[in-house]
T-cell receptor
Framework: ETGVTQSPTHLIKTRGQQVTLRCSSQ?????VSWYQQALGQGPQFIFQ???????GRGNFPPRFSGLQFPNYSSELNVNALELDDSALYLC??????????FGPGTRLTVL | AQSVSQHNHHVILSEAASLELGCNYS??????LFWYVQYPGQHLQLLLK??????LVKGIKGFEAEFIKSKFSFNLRKPSVQWSDTAEYFC??????????FGTGTQLKVEL
């Protein structure tokens, strides 16, 4: 059984640029959630996708957007990057109300 | 508003010492509670979870947690820690649909 994978592992961008992060969910899981983990903090919920539709959103501005594909993989897009967007971005997949399985994360640095 | 707070940011223990990490939650309605662990260089893993029923929950690697509704607490315990328990521990809560609210984490260091 393949776990949750994320790409890339590390990324460096400059302010104002746009970034796309990718997540492949675990086999059989139809829900993907994205979290932002700033240094020294716990993960913060960004949004969740269920069967290709957004299914809840945390306190993040609209420049954070996402997609889920028919195979349940997902993308997180961030436009107009700011310095404070530097963080570890975590993806978790699950059945809609089951245990979430986390990927290793993508470390984004914004200069 | 939903919130989860963890009292201890850094804990240092000797091997074989007992562990208790505090977690308090503020939620309306039904709450599901979790403890996650992040070992150095690894991704978040679920230690244990509480949805309903017996308030004493047993998880992997000898960890347990007790849900005390009157105190809004879900503290994590282990009777005897090992060096390999060195990790960061996160308490999290969620309503339906699994949108989790995490605490700030507790960094545990176990010394030989």
């Amino acid at each position: 059984e393949t776990g949750v994978t994320q790409s890339p592992t590390h990324l460096i961008k400059t302010r104002g640029q746009q970034v796309t992060l990718r997540c492949s969910s675990q086999s059989g899981h139809n829900t993907v959630s994205w979290y932002q983990q700033a240094l020294g903090q716990g993960p913060q919920f960004i949004f969740q996708y269920y069967r290709e539709e957004e299914n809840g959103r945390g306190n993040f501005p609209p420049r954070f957007s996402g997609l889920q594909f028919p195979n349940y993989s997902s993308e997180l897009n961030v436009n107009a990057l700011e310095l404070d967007d530097s963080a570890l971005y975590l993806c978790a997949s699950s059945p809609i109300s089951g245990e979430q399985f986390f990927g290793p994360g993508t470390r984004l640095t914004v200069l | 508003a939903q919130s989860v707070s963890q009292h201890n940011h850094h804990v240092i223990l000797s091997e074989a010492a007992s562990l208790e990490l505090g977690c308090n939650y503020s939620y309306g309605g039904t709450v599901n509670l979790f403890w996650y662990v992040q070992y150095p260089g690894q991704h978040l893993q679920l230690l244990l979870k509480y949805f309903s029923g017996d308030p004493l929950v047993k998880g992997i690697k000898g960890f347990e947690a007790e849900f005390i509704k009157s105190k809004f607490s879900f503290n994590l315990r282990k009777p005897s820690v090992q060096w390999s328990d060195t990790a960061e521990y996160f308490c999290a809560g969620g309503g339906g649909g699994n949108k989790l609210t995490f605490g700030t984490g507790t960094q545990l260091k176990v010394e030989l």
